[in-house]
């Protein structure tokens, strides 16, 4: 099996590795067009390829921290209410206060059972940043509670005790009433606010509301713009751009404390290596990112 970031054998000793990649090929509810499932593998394929040299951060910071990657936690086809605990299971085993956990998806409907898994075992409340097109809070959608158009709405159900989500675009009037409706738990940002304002009140705002928080990064491919990663089963024009979202992500690695990050929905498509090579650097530098800011005035 591959290693996310392709590392010497000696970087990826469990024992001595800070940051652990967990792959969750899982794929089932997704309603437009499929591939999830093969998203994890292909991340870790296009991640030996990105440079360990991380020039924002001056270094090659997985060298310093170590990365070890996890065999895939397998598909559960009972039910998503069952693949859910699974996951839940597998993240509750490997979560630590002293490491990073990294989850692979797949499809969004992971990010609740990686929630669930967490307050587990932390025993703490956690504030959820997802970065996405969607908002994600219907109810149900296509008779399923736990599908991937759900997710939010059932991360709120898990404990979470609120969700920042930034780069929304798509979203109907019940989410947006909901929206509304729960003000102390759903701070939105909508794409088209991002882009029309200056960057830096998007990155006061999350310094605001989440210093010092515990909480896990949910990022869905989607909320980048489709030029940069095309291949996610519903993509939406007018999306985040490569360096609105490394801001967002290292703003957020500086004032909270992140014990997660989890990269959903991606669908590898044939010639469009760009977008799990996208991925994989969005991850690495996120990685990096928490590394550097993690004995920080906030912890
Ligand atoms: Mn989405």
């Given at each position: 099996m591959n290693h996310f970031l392709d590392l010497p054998p000696e970087f990826t000793v469990p024992e001595r590795s800070w940051a652990w990649v967990l792959p969750v090929p899982y794929e089932s509810t997704v309603s437009y067009e499929g591939g999830t499932r093969k998203g994890p593998a292909a991340i870790i394929e296009a991640s030996a390829q990105v440079e360990l040299y991380d020039p924002v951060f001056e270094g090659e910071p997985a060298l310093e921290y170590g990365v070890h990657t996890l065999l895939p936690v397998p598909t559960n086809h009972a039910s998503p209410e069952a693949m859910v605990a699974d996951i839940a299971r597998a993240v509750e085993t490997c979560a630590r206060p002293d490491r990073l956990l990294v989850v692979l998806g797949g499809?969004?409907?992971?990010s609740v059972g990686v929630a669930r898994g967490l307050g587990r075992a932390y025993g703490e409340t956690f504030t959820v940043v997802v970065v996405d097109a969607h908002s994600d809070l219907r109810d149900e959608y296509e008779g399923s509670r736990y599908s991937h158009a759900c997710v939010s709405r059932r991360l709120l159900d898990e404990g979470v005790d609120s969700i920042f989500q930034i780069g929304v675009r798509a979203i109907s009037r019940e989410e947006v009433e909901f929206i509304r409706a729960h003000p102390e738990r759903l701070r939105v940002w909508f794409a088209d606010d991002v882009h029309a304002t200056p960057i830096e009140l998007l990155l006061a705002d999350l310094e605001a509301r989440l210093h010092g928080r515990r909480l896990f990064i949910s990022l869905d491919v989607d909320g980048l713009d489709p030029s940069i990663i095309?291949?996610?089963g519903t993509p939406e024009p007018g999306g985040l751009t490569w360096p609105q979202t490394l801001a967002i992500v290292r703003t957020v690695a500086r004032v909270a404390r992140v014990a997660a990050v989890d990269c959903v929905e991606l669908a590898p498509r044939p010639g469009l290596h760009m977008a799990e090579f996208a991925a994989a650097r969005l991850l690495y530098h996120t990685m990096n990112a928490i590394w550097h800011y993690r004995s920080g005035p906030h912890q």
């Open positions: 499809e969004h409907t992971i095309p291949a996610t």
